[in-house]
């Protein structure tokens, strides 16, 4: 089976603009979950998605939101971004359809720089 | 809130040697799982192992083993026999009893000497 795939890879966007990143998940797969990597929060969960539904949510302002799509792809959107949105954003597909402590599989992830 | 926390930010070895990765969790639910995430500078994150908390008997995946305390609250990583490529970040992560969100610690950066 193919991994999961972000796209894009990388991206520098301005203060104040909008952006949106993609997540598509291991196939079969219906949990999807998006995290922030950066160097002084480390890795902080942003929210999980199943079956088209947001399960779960991390402690983010309301300019990060989310979506899936009935084939579980997802979709990350920051409005206003600002500088210390800077980040690398991981995406991780999970096919927890039962009882908890599924692996999460990652994607490569995208790195975000907001100047 | 639940809390993961690896307290050293740093790690060396010695090519074929032993070296145990430390970390403390805080969790009021009471099954739940434990994890080891490795983060090669690629930035791939990949899972080393995974720990289930009603599971006495520690896992095993070759060379990496954990020691899982759970009344302490502890669970360590130990590479045996450490090659090159272990070199990484590694992150211990809790799912806190919740699906679909893990709970990371700080991460600790092992490097490994030839």
């Known amino acids: 089976k193919a991994g999961v795939t972000q796209t894009p890879r990388y991206l520098i966007k301005t203060r104040g603009q909008q952006v949106t990143l993609s997540c598509s998940p291991i196939?079969?797969?219906?949990?999807v979950s998006w995290y922030q990597q950066t160097p002084g929060q480390g890795l902080q969960f942003l929210f999980e998605y199943f079956s088209e539904t947001q399960r779960n949510k991390g402690n983010f302002p309301g300019r990060f939101s989310g979506r899936q799509f009935s084939n579980s792809r997802s979709e990350m959107n920051v409005s206003t971004l600002e500088l210390g949105d800077s980040a690398l954003y991981l995406c991780?597909?999970?096919?927890?359809?039962?009882?908890?402590?599924?692996?999460?599989?990652f994607g490569p992830g995208t790195r975000l720089t907001v100047t | 809130a639940q809390t993961v926390t690896q307290s050293q930010p740093e790690m060396s070895v010695q090519e074929a040697e032993t070296v145990t990765l430390s970390c403390t969790y805080d969790?009021?639910?009471?099954?739940?799982?434990l994890f080891w995430y490795k983060q090669p500078p690629s930035r791939q994150m990949i899972l080393v192992i995974r720990?289930?908390?009603?599971?006495?008997q520690n896992a095993t995946e070759n060379r990496f083993s954990v020691n899982f305390q759970k009344a302490a609250k502890s669970f360590s990583l130990k590479i045996s026999d450490s090659q090159l490529g272990d070199a990484a970040m590694y992150f211990c992560?809790?799912?806190?009893?919740?699906?679909?969100?893990?709970?990371f610690g700080k991460g600790t950066k092992l490097s490994v000497k030839p």
């Open positions: 969790t009021s639910e009471s099954d739940y799982y």
């Open positions: 720990q289930e908390a009603y599971k006495q």
């Open positions: 992560a809790s799912d806190g009893g919740s699906q679909g969100n893990l709970i």
């Open positions: 196939s079969g797969h219906r949990s």
């Open positions: 991780a597909s999970s096919p927890q359809d039962g009882p908890l402590g599924y692996e999460q599989y």
